[in-house]
């Protein structure tokens, strides 16, 4: 819950705070019985974000970004590259890892080499062990290596945790993992939903990643939409912050067939709900040691170039068509009228620079894969949000009245590089003949408030965390 503190009255503390300091920041798994699922209602599916990348590799070995500028055509970055290049380092030194965080990964089916295949991604980068925790909810039906759903989800799963991981390598990482079968008519939305609630009323997570969604007009009424919300309704209770990938086709998104696209701008849900930060997709430019050698752009592969056989990512944006504009967009309105507008921050999401991910789950393609798209960006904030809740040495909960604090703040030149926002100008996301939006100065629905520098975000964050919440 939020007080009624005014804009102005935040912006002033906050300026103050800036002003007067330096920011700089000094698998067991258990079986959960089902829960009950509401009245049955005729939803949608549930995609996974990942539904929309395409491995471009796979590799016994990772490649350098040279090397695969080279050798493949387009860049390619790890997880080291990543903590360099959002200034990252800096808070490892300090002690700011994550540690007494938890971040929840929410998916169906997950992967049964989710454990192993994280352990080979740690080994190779230097990242510290970690146990997962896995609980299942349901009866988990048999992995089947053919059938595409399962390995999609399986991608998701392992993408999530490999990325939350590199990112707040200290955060104890939940994976909540349901047992529907969609190819029986069940769209999976209830079971993801149960899964959080449960989760969230055991006070397990501090930080939701989930990677997936369906475009607003998929949806018959948006009385499912508001009859779904009940666990993000409970992750403002209790001070969870809840995250969400935005679409990977631009201003468009993925249509109720499951593989047209529909042929109009539209939102994705979650990531247009009030309660949800929902994360869109950017390019850096970053070498091989991790210095950025460009600003970041918006990710489009139409732009930036992939080849004709790997899907083009397009990071999403736009304004939801159920839900209003909330009082922290309310400087927004000449952007996006009456309506919530998407995404609210960016990551690194497209296939011209993919990240490195370890999985083994299909034994005929085990090794190391490039996967793009807001499956990625989505679980690197998930790890940026667990580094600023260790420094606030509590849980933020839905961040976005703190963010938007800092994205007003991040205008002001005499102190905007504190606040850790970096904006980007660059590039837009239409796609497949859907007019998406540009990006520019300050907010946008191409990239939202930009992306971040994470040594000053994150102290940022908290400072303002502590100014907008009750």
């Known amino acids: 819950m939020r007080k009624g503190r005014s804009a102005a009255s935040c912006t002033a503390a906050l300026v103050t705070a800036i002003a007067a300091a330096t920011l700089s920041a000094p698998a067991a798994t258990t079986s959960v019985p089902p829960v009950a699922a509401p009245a049955a209602y005729a939803l949608p599916r549930a995609i996974p974000a990942s539904a929309g990348a395409t491995t471009l590799a796979v590799l016994p070995t990772p490649l350098s970004s040279s090397q695969c500028l080279a050798q493949l055509g387009r860049r390619c970055y790890s997880p080291l590259q990543y903590q360099k290049a959002y200034d990252i380092t800096p808070l490892y030194r300090s002690g700011i890892t994550g540690k007494g965080a938890t971040i ?12 192993h295949d994280l352990d080979v991604f740690d080994a190779q980068w230097g990242l510290p062990a970690t146990t997962l925790d896995i609980r299942q909810f349901g009866t988990m039906p048999p992995f089947d290596p053919t059938n595409g759903d399962m390995v999609a989800w399986a991608i998701e799963a392992t993408l999530d945790v490999q990325y939350a991981h590199a990112i707040a390598p200290g955060a104890k990482i939940v994976v909540a993992a349901t047992s529907v079968d969609e190819t029986q008519g069940e769209t999976g ?3 993801l939903m149960n899964a959080e609630k449960s989760l969230i009323d055991q006070g397990v997570g501090d930080v939701i990643s989930q990677s997936f969604g369906t475009m607003e007009p998929d949806f018959a009424d948006p009385s499912q939409i508001l009859g779904l919300r009940y666990a993000y309704k409970d992750a403002a209770a209790h001070h969870v912050s809840v995250l969400a ?13 499951g593989n047209s696209l529909l042929p109009f701008a539209a939102a994705a849900w979650p990531a247009s709900d009030p309660l949800v930060t929902a994360i869109g997709g950017s390019f850096p430019l970053i070498a091989d040691d991790g210095t950025r050698l460009a600003p970041d752009v918006v990710a489009n592969d139409n732009v930036l170039g992939v080849p004709s056989d790997v899907y083009p990512i397009v990071g999403g944006g736009g304004e939801s068509t159920v839900f209003a504009r909330p009082s922290w967009q309310d400087g927004l309105s000449v952007i996006s009228g009456n309506h919530r507008a998407q995404p609210d ?8 620079g993919a990240g490195w991910s370890y999985q083994s789950f299909v034994p005929s393609d085990a090794g190391w894969h490039l996967i ?3 499956s990625e960006s989505c679980p690197l904030f998930a790890g940026v949000v667990a580094l600023a809740e260790q420094a606030a040495g509590h849980r933020l909960g839905n961040i976005d009245p703190a963010l938007y604090l800092l994205g007003h703040l991040s205008q002001i030149p005499w102190v905007g590089a504190e606040t850790g926002i970096v904006d980007i100008t660059s590039g837009n996301n239409s796609d497949h003949g859907v007019t998406g939006h540009n990006a520019g100065p300050g907010y946008d629905e191409a990239s939202g408030w930009g992306t971040v520098d994470v040594a000053k975000f994150v102290p940022a964050l908290a400072l303002a965390d502590n100014l907008t919440r009750e």
Do not use: C, K
């Open 104 to 115: 929840m990964v929410v998916v169906s089916y997950g992967s049964p080499t989710l454990q």
């Open 345 to 352: 921050i960016s990551m690194s999401a497209a296939h011209a």
């Open 372 to 374: 793009g798209g807001t």
């Open 245 to 257: 990938p935005d679409s990977d086709n631009g201003a468009t998104g993925i249509a109720l067939d």
């Open 189 to 191: 939305f209830p079971e």
